[in-house]
């Protein structure tokens, strides 16, 4: 398998309050990783790092087979614009219709000018996401699960190689949860990508993951399929999983 994301002996700490213990981790190619956790273990920290929004204290973190922390200004953009990252609230532009927030990146981060092209791929998202239909809308007239859909619309656009999810289903209803799991199978499947989601959603969990780690007090404490971690003999470990 070829490692897409290789992070070793990694150390965060804010204010004297360590918040990442030697963390761990190899996300390979085309593999859905889930690091399940309670809220506050640092797991967002950790996927910052990764796209250099945060630097680490100590150990390593290659994405690529690049250090992230040794990239200058114009190597993390590039790298930047070969990750995707969806944040808990989608973080759209309200002030846009959705056909402006997917336009939005394709020209500020591909530089793309052909209008017919912006068009095209703001179509095919659209239908990927099965949102066709709301292309001149405005966000606020979109549901919480189709702002979700919008938001994983508008970071697939660019194509992104690495896809990181921070809690995708936070503060939907559970129809729309198992959607948004089943939904993100399908960008994997349909784009390649690798991926990393946060999230305690167990059925979120269950659903999208090749392999989960569980993260406890900063620390990776366990790894394996979902089936196996469910049934470790580790109590700590299971409980998780109620």
Known sequence: MEAIIEIAGLHKSFD????????????????????LGKSGEG???????????ITQDDGSLKVFGQEVKNMNEDE??????????????????????VRGNLAFPLKRVLRLKDKQEIEKRSQEVLEAVGLEDVIDKMPSDLSGGMRKRLGLARTLIVHPEIMLYDEPTT????????????????????????????????????TVADRVVIMSNGELIAEGTFEALEKSPNE???SFFK
């Open 16 to 35: 004297g309050h360590e918040v990442l213990k030697n963390i761990n981790l190899t996300v390979n190619k085309g593999e859905n990783v889930v690091i």
């Open 43 to 53: 797991k967002s920290v950790a996927i910052k790092c990764i796209v250099g929004l």
């Open 76 to 97: 993390l953009k590039t790298l930047r614009t070969r990750i995707g990252f969806l944040f808990q609230g989608a973080a759209l532009y309200d002030s846009m219709t």
């Open 171 to 206: 503060g939907l209803d559970t129809i729309t949860s198992h959607e948004i799991s089943d939904l993100i199978l399908e960008m994997q499947k349909k784009y390649q990508t690798s991926s990393i989601i946060i999230t305690h959603d167990i059925p979120c969990a269950k």
């Open 236 to 238: 700590l470990v299971r």
